[in-house]
């Protein structure tokens, strides 16, 4: 059984950081790469950053330059450091795992995490 633990959401400013982690199992990054995919209200869901198969990392455009993912082999643990947030990035953060059988983009077999919220306001 997949399972992906989500934390570090919370409400910031503009301009502020936040670190989001996703826990999961030794077994699990054998089978699946991880990543990171958000959903704003009334917004369908949208790959924020993501590792491939081949262990290179892949970012929304909008992202840029500003978050980064990394992954913590010894804990399991891939996370994700958000620098200069925007109100824009507000939304619902979900972890995902993707079957490395799979090929990217096909989301059906993937599995998610419960999600944490971000909220970027002044």
């Known amino acids: 059984q997949v399972q992906l633990v989500e934390s570090g959401g919370g409400l910031v400013q503009p301009g502020g950081s936040l670190i989001l982690s996703c826990a999961t199992h030794?077994?699990?990054?054998?089978?699946?790469?991880l990543g990171w995919y958000r959903q704003a209200p009334e917004s369908g869901r949208e790959m924020v950053a993501l590792f491939t198969n081949e262990g290179k990392t892949n970012y929304a455009d909008s992202v840029k330059g500003r978050f980064t993912i990394s992954i913590d082999n010894p804990s399991n643990t891939v996370y994700l450091q958000m620098n200069n947030l925007q109100p824009a990035d507000t939304a619902v953060y979900y972890c995902?795992?993707?079957?490395?059988?799979?090929?990217?983009?096909?989301?059906?077999?993937?599995?998610w995490g419960q999600g944490t919220q971000v909220t970027v306001s002044s």
């Open positions: 030794r077994e699990t990054l054998g089978l699946y790469t």
């Open positions: 995902n795992a993707h079957p490395r059988t799979v090929e990217p983009g096909r989301l059906d077999y993937d599995r």
